[in-house]
């Protein structure tokens, strides 16, 4: 089975500040890699879907990049209500695997 | 507007069974794949299992292999996880998701509020 290494698994930052999540496959998995993000008490939402694609409707503040087994997810100037917890999700062909996590806070 | 409506969480024994059930409306429910997705209390999310349309095509992930069955009734735009055999590490809320795209099963764009189960005796 394909691992998702996600870090880091909490950061604070301050409104206005650029942030960034990474996430490792443990295999290639080509850019088969989505961003989730999950505010407390609710569902996640799709961010961004095949490694940089954002979803329609998605703030322009979110990008996604990488390919093979190295990616990256990026808040360009983080507003208050990005607070939540961020996944990043593999698929290959049989299964789905979601990264641990990582939980945004503002300073 | 897709919604998704989860029902029948709720508390069964260990050992036990339940019957998820997920209504589906906004969308043509027969042409997507459809999952679910668990969260224990406090933790992240984890696949349990995704059906592909025609029904043809199931996957589970290895921690409910032989335990879970997912089923769909298209004429009732309904999606179903069937749970024997409960654990206490079953425990979670239950979500149903939907794909980005029709025949694909990867990218879950849509989710139900989730049904909690809660396994204990």
């Known amino acids: 089975d394909i691992q998702m290494t996600q870090s880091p698994s909490s950061l604070s930052a301050s409104v206005g500040d650029r942030v960034t999540i990474t996430c490792q496959a443990s295999q290639d998995i080509s850019n088969y890699l989505n961003w989730y993000q999950q505010k407390p008490g609710k569902a996640p939402n799709l961010l961004i879907y095949?490694?940089?694609n954002l979803k329609r409707g998605v703030p322009s503040r979110f990008s996604g990049s990488g390919s093979g087994t190295d990616f990256t997810f990026t808040i360009s100037s983080l507003q208050p209500e990005d607070t939540g917890t961020y996944y990043c999700?593999?698929?290959?062909?049989?299964?789905?695997?979601f990264g641990g996590g990582t939980k945004l806070e503002i300073k | 507007e897709v919604q998704l409506l989860e029902s029948g969480g709720g508390l069964a024994q260990p050992g036990g069974s339940l019957r998820l059930s997920c209504a589906a409306s906004?969308?043509?429910?027969?042409?997507?794949?459809m999952s679910w997705v668990r969260q224990a209390p406090g933790k992240g999310l984890e696949w349990i299992s995704v059906i592909y349309r025609g029904s043809y095509t199931t996957h589970y992930a290895d921690s409910v292999k032989g335990r879970f069955n997912i089923s769909r009734d298209d004429s009732k735009n309904t999606l179903y996880l069937h749970l024997y055999n409960l654990r206490a590490d079953d425990t979670a809320l239950y979500y149903c998701?939907?794909?980005?795209?029709?025949?694909?099963?990867?990218?879950?764009?849509?989710w139900g509020q989730g049904s909690l189960v809660t396994v204990s005796s």
């Open positions: 906004g969308f043509t429910f027969s042409d997507y794949a």
């Open positions: 999700q593999q698929y290959d062909f049989v299964s789905l695997t």
């Open positions: 998701a939907k794909d980005l795209y029709s025949g694909s099963g990867s990218r879950l764009s849509d």
């Open positions: 095949d490694a940089s």
